[in-house]
């Protein structure tokens, strides 16, 4: 995959593949996708090729633990030896020995977590890259629960591994600074001390422009817009505190959402579902001892109408230009 062979082409950025054991066990939505059933929905919404990473690294900690408490507490004898590491494998082998005959349809990259076994993880990588091209790393913090700026201690070596290759990394994001794992103010701290890696932060960064502003002044920083619809639903819904600085939007509508975010950033601006997490009800912890209720419903196509409500120009740099862009330098 380079930028000619993908040019003009829609792109997914932000798409999860497998299972979560804890949403599973815990009757949590959503808990599992296949490179099969994402090859449908791209087929019906008119998309071309998906970005594919790993859910979560539920096989390496206790699985006890993780179901009873939603709590990540390292197991002896851990099914997977490093964090992501069969769920990274399951990903090739999806590509490559289950459904060989979609490998065009779909871009890999693997997660990572920035504070366990680290280089371990990165030897991983490379033994995988031996099989299949990764195209960057995926970071969630909150559902490793590591916070994100590990990345300049700890993590260091993922940094490494992705400039040495000339690949981006992706990372969930919260302006909200109860959000111990990946509060985006921290994220921009690892950005700031790396301008020669790309980054891209995820959910619009629930459409703070202070912080908006920021990542559109940056030259390595592109923000995605996966789970519109229930970010809009989700600014609507929690209070944010007087002090929050929002973009001035309709935000009764996600369409005109991702409109005005078009309008007012049309070089950083990437378009993703987060598929199949468009739909997110779960109980997620956010910090040591506090946990969050989330009940939110989207859909993929509802993901898509977003993206078909722009103008052409504008449709083709927020699901091709600005992602290549992000993806390839």
Not at 114 to 133: D, G, N, T, W, Y
Not at 143 to 163: F, H, N, T, V, W
Not at 286 to 306: H, I, L, P, T, V
Request: aromatic share 12%; proline share 5%; hydrophobic share 35%.
């Amino acid at each position: 995959m380079d930028k000619k062979k993908l040019k003009g082409k829609i792109i997914d950025c932000h798409n999860h593949i497998g299972v979560s054991i804890k949403a599973y066990a815990r009757s949590e939505y959503p808990y599992a996708e296949t490179v099969e059933s994402l090859f449908c929905k791209q087929q019906s919404a008119g998309v071309d090729v998906n970005i594919i990473f790993p859910f979560t690294s539920d096989l390496f900690f206790n699985l006890r633990s993780l179901i009873s408490k939603g709590v990540n507490i390292s197991d002896r004898q851990p099914f997977s030896k490093v964090p992501f590491g069969s769920e990274n494998s399951l990903i090739m082998d999806e590509l490559l020995r289950f459904n060989p005959e979609y490998r065009d349809n779909f871009i890999p990259f693997v997660s990572a977590d920035p504070m366990r076994k680290v280089e371990a993880q990165v030897k991983h990588f490379e033994s995988l890259e031996k099989k299949c091209p990764i195209y960057g790393i995926k970071i969630n913090p909150t559902s490793s629960q590591s916070r994100i700026d590990s990345l300049l201690k700890k993590g260091e070596p993922l940094l490494r591994y992705a400039r040495e290759r000339n690949i981006p990394f992706l990372f969930h994001t919260s302006p909200s600074t109860d959000d111990y794992y990946s509060y985006v103010g921290d994220a921009l701290k690892v950005v700031e001390k790396n301008p020669d890696v790309r980054f891209a932060l995820a959910h619009a960064i629930v459409f703070h422009k202070g912080f908006l502003d920021v990542a559109d002044s940056m030259p390595n920083v592109w923000v995605d817009t996966a789970a519109l619809k229930i970010q809009v639903d989700l600014f609507n819904r929690e209070k944010f505190g007087e002090n929050y600085q929002a973009i001035d939007a309709d935000f009764s509508d996600h369409k005109k959402v991702m409109q005005k975010l078009m309008e007012l950033y049309p070089h950083t601006i990437i378009w993703g579902s987060d598929s199949p997490a468009y739909s997110y009800i779960c109980r997620r912890l956010q910090d040591k001892d506090r946990y969050m209720d989330f009940n939110y419903k989207g859909s993929y196509q509802g993901e898509k109408d977003a993206l078909d409500s722009l103008p052409k120009h504008l449709k083709e740099k927020a699901s091709n230009i600005n992602t290549l862009d992000w993806l390839f330098g």
